[in-house]
Nanobody, 117 residues
């Protein structure tokens, strides 16, 4: 079993920065893909960014150039650095681990990011 706990959310003014962290516990494999998703009020959950075991990253167009995902395998922790935040980035942010060989998906409970204009 894998448990994920997000931290780092909060209230920030437009143009500001936040760094989200996701601490994973349980059995974590270096081959696991780690990612971030978000869900704004009244909207569906959407992909933000992920990082594969080799460090290759994918980022949604809406945050490209502003958000950076990274992982520290030694700490079983991954991060989302968010710069130049906009009010439309306001959402609950969820971290995710996807284990392709087992088809397993693990989710944190989410952390709220609010960007004021």
């Amino acid at each position: 079993q894998v448990q994920l706990v997000e931290s780092g959310g909060g209230l920030v003014s437009a143009g500001g920065s936040l760094r989200l962290s996701c601490a994973a516990s349980g059995i974590i494999f270096s081959s696991d893909a780690m990612g971030w998703y978000r869900q704004a009020p009244g909207k569906q959950r959407e992909f933000v960014a992920n990082v594969a075991s080799g460090g290759r990253t994918n980022t949604a167009d809406s945050v490209k150039g502003r958000f950076t995902i990274s992982r520290d395998n030694a700490k079983n922790t991954f991060y989302l650095q968010m710069n130049s935040l906009k009010p439309e980035d306001t959402a609950v942010y969820y971290c995710n681990i996807f284990r392709a060989w087992g088809g397993m998906d693990y989710w944190g409970k989410g952390t709220l990011v609010t960007v004021s204009s």
